[in-house]
C-alpha cells in the first residue's frame, strides 16, 4: 500500500486522493495535497501557527470541513501552509495546528485557485490494512 | 455506471427512467459529443438528479454538458414548490457566476495600437488572481449588506454606472427576498474586500471585436456591427458566495437525513422547497447573487474608466454600455406552463444560461421583438458567441440554454499539453493580448483545454434552444 497523497484528474476540477496508517494521518495527508494543489512547492517557513477545533457528526463531513477551514486560511488570512499538524481526533472533534508564513510574491507562487472542497464521492474509510480518503475540489 | 441512452433524435438523447430516478434525463449534444461523455460521469450526474423529489419535466444537460460536482455543468433542473426540492450543489459555490456583455462605440482597428496599454491598465485597476480583493471597495458591514440586498442596484446608487443600465440585467441586477441575517459572519467577512475583483481560475475580462454576425436584424437591436469593440466580463460572487455554499451544504446534508431523502451522491444534498432551511437557503443565495450583479457592474464601472484613461476619449466617445448580463449558476422561481397549467417553479442551472423567448415579459421592452440575450464565452484563443433565446427552448428546457464550450481536456493533461510551449507568445502572435496572474491558469485555461464553442452553439441552434446572432474574437485577455 502506497503511503501519502496524490491529485487526481477531473474534466474541469481536481481531486485529492490519500492513503495512511492511521485516520488521523489520512486527514494530514489530505491536507498536504491541498496545499500542494494551491502552492506548489512554495518554500515556508512557521512563523504564523493558527489553533484550529472543528466539530462534525459524520466523519466525511468533518474531512471536507477540515479541509475548506485550510483553504479559508489560505484565502482570508493569505496563509502558504508548511504543516497542517491533527493534534486530536476523536468523536466528531478535530484539533489541528496550521502553521506557514504569509503569501510573499516573491518566495511563493499559486499554482491555482481552489473555490471549495466539495462532497461529491467525498470518502473516508478503512482499506487494506490503514485509512483511504478522497475529495474534489471546485476551481 | 453503464448509463442506458437513447438517440431520439439528431441532437436529443433520452435517458430512461430506472432505480430510484423520478423522471428521464434529457441530454442535448450532437453524436461526437456523445462517444465523449459516454467516457465520463456527467451522463451518471443527470441521472443522480432525476432522482431528487419533486423534479418536474426531465433532468436536462445543454451541449456543454460535462463532469461536475453533484449537478452536472451544464445541468438544469426544475423542481415543484410544495414537492420538490433546492439544492446548494445544484447551484454551485460561485453562485450568480456570468457573464456582462458591453458594447462600445470603438472599432478594433482604432482599439488596436493601444491593445497593450488597455490589457495593462485593466489588469492594473480590477484586482484578479487568487484571494484578489479591492482596496477601494473594503466596504463596512452595513454597507455591505446594502450591496447584499440591492446588488447592482447599489453600484448604480453609487455612481458605478446608470439607472438605465439595471434593466438590461438579468431580475434588474436584484434578486428578491435576499436575508442578510442568513449569510454567515465568515461569509460576509470573505466579501468584506472582494467587490470589484475578478478572482481566478477560469473568470476572465475580455477585449473583443465583433467577427461575425448571423443575425442582422437582431445584432442591430443589441447595437452589434461588424468590427464593434466589445468587452465581455466572467466573474462571480468571490469568496461570499463560496462560503454560503458551503455552510448551507451542511445545513442541507442534516436536513436531507431529517426529511428522509435518499441522496445518491452528498454533494446533492437538499431540502424541501417548504421548509426552514429552504427558506433560508434561499435569503442567503439571493444575497450571494445579488453580490455578484453588484461586483460585475462596479467592474463595468472601472472597465468604462480604464478604457477613458488609457484612449483619452469621453463617456460620450466610447458609449460602453450594457447589451446583457447573465447568470449561470442559480436557482430561481419561475412560472412555467407545464401541460397546459401555470405551475410555479425553483429552476436550478447549474453551468446554465436562462433563454427566454421574444415577449417574455421578464427581457428588456427593447430586446422584446428578438428574444433575451445568452451569451456564451469560448476559449482565449477561438471565438464567443451571443445568441437569443426562443420559444422553444421556453417549452422544453425551462427557457435555458448552454453557458459556455465545455472543457475537452482535464486541468492535469492541459498542463501537460501545454509543457514546453509559450501559450502566451503563441497568443500574441494571433494578435491577442494575455495577462494572467497565476502561473498555471494560462496552462489549464489554454484553447485547446476547451471544446470548440462553434460545435456546442451549433447543437444548441439546431435543437431550437437559441439563435446565433454574433461570434466575437478575443484581442486581449485578463485572467485571474
Known amino acids: 500500500m502506497y503511503k501519502g497523497y496524490r491529485l487526481l484528474e477531473h474534466t474541469a476540477d481536481m481531486g485529492i486522493e490519500a492513503r495512511a496508517e492511521s485516520c488521523l494521518k489520512v486527514l494530514e495527508e489530505m491536507a498536504r495535497g491541498l496545499t500542494m494543489m494551491l502552492f506548489g512547492n512554495s518554500p515556508a517557513s512557521a512563523n504564523v501557527v493558527a489553533e484550529i477545533h472543528l466539530r462534525e457528526e459524520d466523519p466525511v463531513e468533518l474531512m471536507v470541513t477540515w479541509l475548506n477551514e485550510i483553504l479559508y486560511w489560505c484565502e482570508q488570512n493569505n496563509l502558504v501552509p508548511v504543516e497542517t499538524r491533527i493534534d486530536g481526533l476523536e468523536e466528531g472533534e478535530l484539533l489541528a495546528t496550521l502553521s506557514g508564513e504569509p503569501f510573499d510574491q516573491q518566495r511563493h507562487h499559486v499554482e491555482r485557485q481552489v473555490k471549495a472542497v466539495t462532497y461529491h464521492k467525498a470518502a473516508l474509510e478503512e482499506a487494506s490494512g490503514g485509512w483511504y480518503a478522497r475529495v474534489y475540489v471546485d476551481l | ?480
Request: glycine share 10%; aromatic share 6%.
Open chain 2, 1 to 480: 455506471m453503464a448509463t442506458k441512452i437513447q438517440q431520439l433524435d439528431q441532437y436529443r438523447w433520452r435517458i430512461p427512467r430506472e432505480g430510484a430516478m423520478r423522471t428521464d434525463g434529457l441530454v442535448f449534444a450532437s453524436p461526437e459529443m456523445m462517444k465523449d461523455l459516454r467516457r465520463e460521469q456527467a451522463l451518471e450526474q443527470v441521472c443522480n438528479v432525476a432522482t431528487l423529489p419533486g423534479i418536474v419535466g426531465p433532468s436536462m444537460a445543454m451541449p456543454d454538458i460535462h463532469w461536475g460536482y453533484g449537478f452536472p455543468i451544464g445541468g438544469v433542473a426544475a423542481f415543484d414548490a410544495t414537492h420538490g426540492i433546492v439544492s446548494p450543489g445544484g447551484v454551485g459555490y460561485d453562485i450568480n457566476c456570468g457573464v456582462r456583455l458591453l458594447r462600445s462605440k470603438l472599432n478594433a482597428e482604432e482599439v488596436h495600437p493601444h491593445l497593450d496599454r488597455l490589457a495593462n491598465a485593466l489588469y492594473r485597476n480590477i484586482p484578479s488572481g487568487v484571494g484578489s480583493h479591492h482596496s477601494d471597495f473594503k466596504l463596512s458591514m452595513a454597507e455591505q449588506k446594502r450591496v447584499l440586498t440591492k446588488g447592482a442596484a447599489w453600484a448604480v446608487a453609487q455612481g458605478f454606472g446608470d439607472k438605465n443600465e439595471l434593466d438590461y440585467i438579468e431580475n434588474h441586477g436584484t434578486i428578491a427576498g435576499a436575508d442578510t441575517e442568513k449569510v454567515s459572519e465568515r461569509a460576509l467577512e470573505r466579501g468584506r474586500s472582494q467587490l470589484g475583483t475578478l478572482g481566478s481560475g477560469n473568470h476572465f475580462l475580455e477585449i473583443q471585436q465583433v467577427e461575425a454576425i448571423y443575425d442582422e436584424g437582431a445584432a442591430a437591436v443589441l447595437g452589434l456591427s461588424q468590427g464593434q469593440v466589445t468587452v465581455s466580463i466572467h466573474t462571480g460572487s468571490r469568496g461570499l458566495g463560496y462560503q454560503v455554499c458551503d455552510d448551507y451544504l451542511k445545513v442541507m446534508l442534516k436536513a436531507a437525513r431529517k426529511y428522509g431523502i435518499t441522496l445518491p451522491d452528498r454533494q446533492l444534498c437538499c431540502a424541501p422547497l417548504q421548509s426552514d432551511e429552504a427558506r433560508d437557503y434561499m435569503a442567503a443565495m439571493a444575497c450571494a447573487a445579488n453580490f455578484a450583479f453588484a461586483n460585475r457592474q462596479t467592474i463595468t464601472s472601472n472597465v468604462r474608466e480604464t478604457f477613458e484613461e488609457v484612449l483619452g476619449k469621453g463617456p460620450a466617445d466610447l458609449h460602453m454600455a450594457t447589451i446583457y448580463d447573465v447568470c449561470h449558476n442559480i436557482a430561481k422561481w419561475e412560472q412555467h406552463t407545464i401541460g397546459g397549467r401555470e405551475r410555479k417553479l425553483c429552476v436550478h442551472r447549474k453551468g446554465a444560461t436562462r433563454a427566454f423567448p421574444p415577449g417574455h415579459k421578464e427581457i428588456p421592452a427593447a430586446y422584446q421583438s428578438i428574444g433575451q440575450p445568452v451569451l456564451v464565452p469560448g476559449d482565449m484563443g477561438r471565438y464567443s458567441y451571443v445568441l437569443t433565446g426562443t420559444a422553444g427552448a421556453y417549452e422544453e428546457t425551462f427557457g435555458s440554454s448552454c453557458h459556455g464550450a465545455g472543457r475537452a481536456l482535464s486541468r492535469h493533461a492541459a498542463k501537460k499539453a501545454a509543457r514546453g510551449r509559450d501559450i502566451i507568445g503563441d497568443l500574441a502572435k494571433q494578435g491577442i493580448v494575455v495577462r494572467a496572474a497565476g502561473r498555471a491558469t494560462v496552462a489549464e485555461e489554454m484553447p485547446e483545454a476547451y471544446k470548440d464553442v462553434a460545435e456546442v452553439v451549433q447543437v444548441v441552434e439546431q435543437a431550437g434552444l437559441g439563435r446565433i446572432v454574433a461570434r466575437l474574437k478575443p484581442m486581449a485577455v485578463v485572467k485571474g
